[in-house]
């Protein structure tokens, strides 16, 4: 049966598994459970970083299109809600980890994208799929993630990016061995969660909007942002702990 598997692989991380055989595919009821378990996180301020995958081979491949086939014709309604979903993932509190487990196709690719940071298995493989299938996606995420040109090359030819490549364009940060893959992306995500949470939850969306701010509206921005940072405990504490040479203690406060 397709579910999302929810599990705590260390403190502050959740670790959110697609698992939809054969090809982890979201179909509007997957979309729902995914969207269910992005509200139930937000809620949930221990969450301080999540990890996402897919169980198997493969790490996902965009709408289900079995279903969509039986809907005819490329329905708007669902083209949105599957819009709504990346956006979600996006707008997301903490930072989101994909760990990249195989194939990464078409609206599986969008879903990548969503997240903050990528990370690879050796056995991944990232296709821009719309022209295969007549249709387009990734045409606005992936030239703001890898550059115009990169993007091109990928989004007009439909070919698939090994992991190698994904690397050296930037698409993903690390590439490891299949069974490092998890290890290395709860290490990373808890290395986030260590860290202040309102610190890295302003710093994301900040980050998130850079693309889209001249430079006044980023400083107008990043003031507003260092301006309720620098008024925390978690600040305070922070240089406390530096002058007594020690770790810090974040409370997000």
């Known amino acids: 049966m397709s579910a999302l598997r ?15 055989p054969p090809a982890n595919a979201l179909g509007s009821v997957m979309r729902g459970r995914m969207n269910a378990l992005l509200d139930e996180l937000e809620a949930d301020l221990s969450v301080r970083a999540v990890v996402l995958t897919g169980r198997g081979k493969t790490f996902c491949t965009g709408d289900d299109l079995r279903e969509a086939a039986a809907r005819g014709a490329v329905s708007p309604a669902a083209v ?9 993932i996006e707008r997301f509190r ?19 994208l969503s997240c903050d940071i990528r990370l690879a298995s050796t056995a991944a493989s990232f296709t821009a799929a719309g022209v295969n299938v007549g249709l387009m996606a990734s045409a ?9 040109a990169q993007a091109k090359a990928m989004l007009l030819t439909g070919s698939p990016v090994l992991a190698d490549a994904a690397l050296a364009n930037g698409l993903v940060t690390a590439v490891h061995e299949p069974q490092d893959l998890m290890g290395a992306a709860v290490a990373l995500a808890s290395r ?6 309102l610190s890295v939850e302003a710093t994301k969306r900040i980050a998130g909007r850079a693309l889209d701010m001249d430079p006044a509206e980023a400083a107008k921005a990043m003031a507003a942002e260092i301006a309720v940072l620098s008024a925390s405990d978690d600040h305070a504490g922070a240089v406390t702990a530096f002058a007594e040479r020690r770790e810090p203690t974040f409370r997000r406060r």
């Open 140 to 148: 606005y995420r992936l030239p703001r993630v890898i550059g115009v």
């Open 80 to 88: 949105a809600d599957f819009n709504a979903m990346l956006d979600r």
């Open 6 to 20: 929810l599990s705590r692989p260390a403190e502050g991380v959740a670790l959110a598994e697609i698992d939809n």
């Open 192 to 197: 986030i969660a260590s860290r202040a949470p």
């Open 94 to 112: 903490a930072p989101i980890v994909a760990a990249v487990n195989g194939h990464c196709v078409g609206g599986g690719l969008e879903v990548a």
